[in-house]
Every structure is written in C-alpha cells, then in structure tokens.
T-cell receptor
Framework: GAVVSQHPSWVICKSGTSVKIECRSL??????MFWYRQFPKQSLMLMAT?????????EQGVEKDKFLINHASLTLSTLTVTSAHPEDSSFYIC??????????????FGPGTRLTVT | SQQGEEDPQALSIQEGENATMNCSYK?????LQWYRQNSGRGLVHLIL?????REKHSGRLRVTLDTSKKSSSLLITASRAADTASYFC?????????????FGQGTTLQVKP
C-alpha cells in the first residue's frame, strides 16, 4: 500500500527555537497533504490543508505565522513550528492524498512526529 | 467544534467479548472511516463506509452507518488483547472537495486477557 513517511519521528527543542517536520509520500504523488496535531489522550485536530504550489489553508484558530507550511513538490510538505513554546509540545501527524484515487479516498497517514519543547 | 462525538470515551472488556463504539457527526458526509491508534503510534486505517452504504464487514469488524441519525457504530467481535488501542471515526464532509477528514474524540478500548 501507499506509504507516507515523517521525519523526524521525535524531536526535542528549546523554547524559542524553530523546528521543521517533513512529510513525504514515498510511492505516489500528493497534491494535497494535511497536518494534524494530537495532544495526549486527545483526538487529532486538523491544523491545515497543504496544497502543492499554493498557500496552505489553515483551520480556524491555527496561527499561520506560527505554523509555516510549505508544499514545494508533489511528494513533500513541511511544517515549521516557529518560536516554539512548551505548549506546542504535541504529536504532529501528516496525511497525504493520492489523487489518483479520487478526492474522498486514498488518504494515507504518516507515523507522526513527537515534538517536545523544553 | 470541528469534531464529532464518540461514545463511550473508554471501554474495558474481557478477551472474547464484543466491543461496540459509536460515533456521531454533524453534517452530510461522503464517507466515514474508522481508524485504530496504538499508544503513541500512528493511525491504522480499519474500514471505510460510504454514505450510500448501511453496513460493512471486514474480518472481525462490522461497521454500520445511519445517515438519518448522523451516526455510525464499530463492532469488534471476539476481541483480543491486541485490540487494545484507541479507535477514532473520521468523516469526509460532502461540503469539502479537498478530502479533509474530521476526527471524532475517540474511544479507548482495553481488552483484558
């Protein structure tokens, strides 16, 4: 089946620094990728929809200047958490849509990145 | 809230028993999907049911969908200790053409050996 990777799988950073998380579709092209955040013992919250070659669409309440998304190619989207604070510590999960399978099917999830801000 | 609701929030059963989880959502959908997540891990896709389907089976899993009540249920039969995980429903709203999914709050299932 289709594979989506994330890098790094975990990262610890100091407060005030920026962290970049990569999401790659390994064997299919993904015009659209999604970024989710999951706090401990909670569900996934959609943060933004990342579109190749255009600006990301952010969900209500998500700061676009803090969570920078770049989708520069059909297989790579990056999420940069800028000026990270301890409250940004979370599990970040991406998913990628295989457009060959139509808009509602073929969405594949990455394994997640655990961010800890100290 | 962007999320639908699931109940129960937590469920503890003995191995061999059946587990039923329910999910409710808010607006019309194209499909509803169920995922499993082991602690600290990524999501595993379990099953997808389209809006024009009422029931679907996959191995020990049975999913129902009632669009008039905007609800779905996931039944795991003959549960095993390895089924211990969190289960989430996710809806693909028909108003969105991007395919984005909105997740329910999840049910944490513990299967005791």
């Amino acid at each position: 089946g289709a594979v989506v990777s994330q890098h790094p799988s975990w990262v610890i950073c100091k407060s005030g620094t920026s962290v970049k998380i990569e999401c790659r579709s390994l064997d299919f092209q993904a015009t659209t990728m999604f970024w989710y955040r999951q706090f401990p013992k909670q569900s996934l919250m959609l943060m933004a929809t990342s579109n190749e070659g255009s600006k990301a669409t952010y969900e209500q309440g998500v700061e676009k200047d803090k969570f920078l998304i770049n989708h520069a190619s059909l297989t790579l989207s990056t999420l940069t958490v800028t000026s990270a604070h301890p409250e940004d510590s979370s599990f970040y999960i991406c998913s990628a849509r295989d457009h060959a399978r139509g808009p509602q099917l073929g969405q594949y999830f990455g394994p997640g990145t655990r961010l800890t801000v100290t | 809230s962007q999320q639908g609701e699931e109940d129960p929030q937590a469920l503890s059963i003995q191995e061999g028993e059946n587990a039923t989880m329910n999910c409710s959502y808010k607006t019309s959908i194209n499909n509803l999907q169920w995922y499993r997540q082991n602690s600290g891990r990524g999501l595993v896709h379990l099953i997808l049911i389209r809006s024009n389907e009422r029931e679907k089976h996959s191995g020990r899993l049975r999913v129902t969908l009632d669009t008039s009540k905007k609800s779905s249920s996931l039944l795991i039969t003959a549960s095993r200790a390895a089924d211990t995980a969190s289960y989430f429903c996710a809806t693909a709203y028909s108003s969105s053409n991007t395919g984005k999914l909105i997740f329910g709050q999840g049910t944490t299932l513990q299967v005791k050996p």
